[in-house]
């Protein structure tokens, strides 16, 4: 059985990429940039108008002319037909380009205007006032983006500016989901007093669904050994599998005998934690992962936080990083297991607190709780104040 720490070393080891894609930006939200994206052009790409107003020359106001001729009124989108000669103006408008011959720009309530003259009332006017100037904001090919960053909303918007209607991004993982045990009952359907509905399968998908991933291949598998070889042979050229039961001891309990028949090499099976020992994590021949996870619930929603979240994200070229906050109360343990247990995030004293349990079968865990903190094998009784490493559940 491996401690904690080296099953998060043995899962890091197994990570690697996918490979890449290219996909349109309409399809880019939450996926990973496999690409290093540079300005295309100056931006702005010209001396942009900042507000609706008068431009000038800046000479003209030093030198006192206070009353300009309006010789041309230019629009966003719009190129200039004339050159500014001595007290003469545009009128301009927000976003348009501000001519060369113009080097600042009055606004609009600084000004009265009538039959094509402008007075202007302003006190003080600077060099390129109200201009946005050309490569102020970015320099054609200055870095902008780089291999890794994950494609948020204003990052499409971005990419969509630069130019780039199609991006390199890091593929997706085909992934089959399967779900075991004879007292599972498929959600929607009749259950009987013995029997559960199939949450960890909703539970998994929804995992997934928060890195941008469906599943191609979704199944429930009874108590049955046949069964179990026949749906993951379907599944064996897939890049993950992850399953929920069937992996502790119990007579029903025998995927891990049905992945030896499979070729499918255990890198290890059990880690000292709490919940979530009987964890299996194997390779498949075409080079794919399992990740067998527990049947609890909560202990699947464990195991995949600790070692499916972060094999995904490595595998997506993603650092995952460590949060840790003080932990307000006390908590001790009998075992000598690293133990992971609900709490909430108090953001306003920053620190974690405890959440009153009915053990790990509580349903109401996943409801009530923002995180799983990390309560150490070696440490039997955290004290208040101690800092604590936590894994987001929400």
């Not at 050229?237 to 499918?264: C, Q, W």
Request: proline share 4%; net charge neutral.
């Amino acid at each position: 059985m491996l401690s904690f720490q080296n099953a998060i070393d043995t899962v890091r080891s197994l990570a690697s990429s996918f490979g890449t894609e290219s996909v349109h930006i309409d399809d880019a939200l939450g996926r990973i940039l496999a690409e290093n994206i540079s300005a295309d052009r100056d931006y702005p790409p010209f001396n942009r108008c900042s507000m609706d107003g008068y431009a000038i020359r800046k000479e003209d106001f030093d030198a006192g002319t206070r009353n300009f001729e309006v010789v041309e009124t230019i629009y966003a989108g719009q190129t200039s037909k004339t050159t500014l000669q001595k007290n003469q103006c545009y009128k301009i408008m927000t976003g348009a380009a501000v001519p060369l011959s113009a080097n600042a720009v009055i606004r609009r309530e600084d000004c009265l205007e009538s039959a094509r003259k402008v007075e202007i009332q302003a006190e003080i006017c600077l060099t390129s006032q109200n201009i946005a100037t050309k490569g102020q904001d970015i320099k054609e090919s200055t870095p902008v983006l780089s291999i890794g960053d994950i494609c948020s909303t204003p990052i499409v918007s971005l990419l969509a500016t630069l130019g780039k209607e199609y991006v390199i991004v890091n593929k997706q993982p085909k992934i089959a989901v399967f779900t075991t045990g004879d007292e599972v009952v498929e959600v929607g359907k009749p259950v009987s007093e013995v029997q559960i509905r199939n949450s960890n399968g909703h539970l998994l998908k929804a995992l997934l669904k928060e890195r941008n991933i469906s599943p191609k291949l979704y199944k429930h598998v009874a108590d049955n050994k046949e069964d179990f070889k026949k749906a993951f042979t379907e599944a064996l050229y897939y890049d993950v599998i992850i399953t929920s039961g069937g992996v502790s001891a119990g007579d029903a309990d025998f995927l891990p005998e049905v992945f030896e028949e499979l070729n499918i090499k255990k890198v290890f099976h059990k880690t000292a934690i709490k919940p979530g020992k009987p964890i299996w994590v194997g390779k498949m021949q075409n080079g794919g992962t399992v990740f067998a996870l527990p049947g609890n619930p909560f202990s699947t929603l464990v195991t995949f936080r600790l070692f499916v979240d972060l094999f995904l994200k490595l595998s997506s070229g993603i650092s995952p990083i460590t949060n840790q906050k003080s932990f307000h109360g006390v908590r001790s343990k009998l075992t000598n297991l690293d133990e992971f247990f609900p709490v909430n995030i108090n953001e306003e004293n920053n620190c974690l607190e405890p959440i009153a349990i009915n053990g790990s079968g509580d349903i109401r865990l996943g409801l009530n709780a923002d995180a799983i903190a990390h309560h150490p094998a070696e440490t039997l009784t955290i004290e208040s104040g101690t800092k604590l490493s936590y894994y987001r559940l929400k």
